[in-house]
């Protein structure tokens, strides 16, 4: 019997996310995300209670702002007080680690899916996930874009508008595009 695309994907395999299974996984996140986004502020807690089961992990005082979106959720682990500012953007194919502590700036980015090089593999929606890790007590600037496969480390800081390509180390200052290390003050 052949893999299925959830499989493969959870793999960090090739996977087409043109998948019937996948589809109806994206329907119950937009569910849950639509809810989150729609309640009154003094109603969301920390978490509006459809994340709350969506999510792989919410940590005690983790905090997601509305607008917000992801793809699947279920791969979304938050540690605890983490928060991510109004307009973060998850495409969670693989899965998004946080650690406690770290702040998200508005409208931060995180991809996690990666696009076939080849026209014909775009067209067939062939994808592969890689996974996303931010050490704890860093600090992502708004509208910053994270690619899958990076690692940021403890207590790094990534500039507004950076584009992180590559991992960032521990304790590190990265902005630009693509980011690059500068001396922290």
């Known amino acids: 019997m052949a893999e299925s695309e959830r499989v493969k994907m959870a793999a960090g395999e090739w996977y087409t996310c043109l998948d019937d299974e996948l589809e109806s996984l994206r329907v119950v996140a937009r569910d849950a995300v639509f809810e989150h986004n729609c309640l ?7 978490l509006g ?3 709350k089961t969506l999510l792989g992990n919410a940590g005690e005082g983790a905090r997601i702002e509305a607008p917000f979106h992801c793809a699947y959720g ?3 682990f938050l540690g605890d007080g983490v928060f991510l500012n109004a307009g973060c953007t998850i495409l969670d194919t693989a899965s998004v680690r946080i650690g406690k502590g770290t702040l998200l700036g508005p409208n931060v980015q995180i991809y996690c899916a990666e696009h076939h090089k080849e026209v014909a593999g775009r067209q067939a929606g062939l994808e592969i996930a890689k996974p996303v890790e931010i050490g704890a007590n860093a600090w992502i600037g708004g509208s910053a874009v994270i690619l899958g496969g990076v690692s940021i480390g403890e207590g790094a800081i990534v500039g507004a508008g950076a584009v992180v390509t590559r991992d960032v180390a521990a304790n590190t200052t990265v902005l630009g595009n693509p980011a690059h290390r500068v001396k922290r003050d």
């Open 40 to 46: 009154p502020p003094r109603q969301r807690g920390n």
């Open 49 to 51: 209670p459809g994340l």
């Open 74 to 76: 279920f791969n979304i």
